[in-house]
């Protein structure tokens, strides 16, 4: 079993700054990876951004690319989202997941995940 605890989400106005962090325990044995998702009202759930745990391998979407930053520190582990230049649209319950193996895109391929923290963004 592996848990994941999420913090850092809130209320932030458009252009301003957050910092999320998932923190894991449990099973954490590599090679494993983390993403970080998020959701919208009424739409489905999307990858933000992944990392390998093992090579710090990096994934963004297209959406967040040059504005967000995933990272990840060993000794804590405990992964970071920091997320720059936020827009409305940014808006979503954002989760952490946890998965043995490579990063994927796609949320069915995760084994764990966090409770979700609330990130709105205001114009």
């Known amino acids: 079993q592996v848990q994941l605890v999420e913090s850092g989400g809130g209320l932030v106005q458009a252009g301003g700054s957050l910092r999320l962090s998932c923190a894991a325990s449990g099973r954490t044995f590599t090679p494993y990876a983390m993403a970080w998702f998020r959701q919208a009202p009424g739409k489905e759930r999307d990858i933000v951004a992944a990392?390998?745990?093992?090579?710090?391998?990096?994934y963004y979407s297209t959406s967040v690319k040059g504005r967000f930053t995933i990272s990840r520190d060993n000794a804590k582990n405990t992964m970071y989202l920091q997320m720059n230049s936020l827009k409305p649209e940014d808006t979503a319950v954002y989760y952490c997941?946890?998965?043995?193996?490579?990063?994927?895109?796609?949320?069915?391929?995760?084994?764990?995940w966090g409770q979700g923290t609330q990130v709105t963004v205001s114009s």
């Open positions: 997941a946890f998965r043995w193996g490579t990063f994927s895109q796609y949320a069915a391929p995760y084994n764990y």
């Open positions: 990392i390998n745990w093992s090579d710090g391998g990096t």
